[in-house]
């Protein structure tokens, strides 16, 4: 059984784990409006992966005999001045997630919790990954934001689907 304290805060976690979800389809909708079906298509995507990380949390509560309290989110921003907005906006998300997840690993520890400790190494190294990621995405949208061609083909070019990681912890419902 995963230590009290920490299945509190990763019940929180859930939450904000749905709302990147939700802010991500925001990103999404808005390239899609801008006719952008790429960059539409990876925030489409990263929405979905975040709904995955939620339900990763889910089930190892559920592993662990915890309840789980789906926390409400806050509706995310939708409005955005540019095609650079949405991947900032994006970026500032990913390094709040980081600190996040590095506080869950800091009271997994804490509390001498090795199982809840070893559940957050995955994400641990999901989040070096997503904020590399941003911050690539961020420098290639602020060098091109008038181009947006060649922020598609960028997109294409380098964002092609990794496919499933075999580490990856165990998503309920799926």
Known sequence: MAAPRFA???????GNELAA?????ACAIHYDALTM???AAFFYAQALEERGHAMMMVQYLLDTDHDVAIPAVEAPVSSFED????VALALDQERRVTEQVNGLLRTAREEGDFASEQFMQWFIKEQVE???TMSDLLAVVTRNRD???DVEEYVA?????AGE???APRQAGV
């Open 8 to 14: 509190q805060q990763l019940n929180a976690q859930i």
């Open 21 to 25: 979800h939700h802010q991500y389809l």
């Open 37 to 39: 079906p790429r960059m």
């Open 83 to 86: 095609v650079v907005a949405p």
């Open 130 to 132: 997503e904020v590399a």
């Open 147 to 149: 181009d947006i061609e």
């Open 157 to 161: 070019r380098e964002q092609r689907a």
């Open 165 to 167: 990681d075999p580490t």
